[in-house]
């Protein structure tokens, strides 16, 4: 099978949307929807996103479900929440949701709190030393953002995220 996509390199929008072009002309006999364009350009945007967090925090030890999964222990009264809450918030699996809580243990950034309602259950909680890489880690992610976006105006970007929580509701009710 000829293959024209590296697997060592992220393929570009334009490479994804030619493959899926010609499967779609192939299996429907027509072009590309409009839609399925939108779609491809969301998940391509979204995964870029996803890696530019990566390599924001990925000098600070950490990998973007570890931040996401620390900014979620942030947001929890007394900073505290179970694992599974965390898998929720990271929609992550339960064995890799263990995972990485073991490196953020491992590493000081958070601690296992015995449940004060059940002794069974155990809770995560930030350390000192979490909430110290958050405040370091916080403003930068911010500033990367603020510079993406930057290609904006604020009327368009007011318009776009309306446009996003509309989809979001679609795809939320279907």
Request: proline share 5%.
């Amino acid at each position: 099978m000829n293959n024209n996509l590296d697997p060592n390199k992220r393929p570009s929008h334009s490479e994804i949307e030619k493959h899926v072009d010609l499967a779609h002309q192939r299996a429907a006999g027509a072009p590309l929807s409009a839609e399925v364009r939108m779609s491809i350009l969301i998940k391509h945007n979204a995964s870029l996103l996803h890696d530019l967090l990566n390599r924001t925090v990925e000098p600070y030890g950490i990998s973007s479900v570890a931040y996401i999964a620390m900014m979620t222990l942030q947001s929890m009264p007394g900073n505290l929440a179970n694992p599974s809450e965390l898998c929720t918030a990271t929609r992550e699996t339960r064995s890799n949701m263990t995972r990485i809580t073991d490196e953020l243990v491992d590493k000081g950034l958070i601690k296992r709190v015995p449940n004060e309602e059940d002794r069974r259950r155990v809770d995560l909680s930030l350390t000192e030393a979490g909430m110290q890489l958050l405040r370091t880690v916080v403003p930068i992610i911010r500033e990367k953002m603020q510079t993406v976006f930057s290609a904006f105006t604020d009327e368009s970007k007011a318009a776009f995220e309306l446009e996003l929580i509309r989809l979001k509701q679609v795809l939320e009710s279907t």
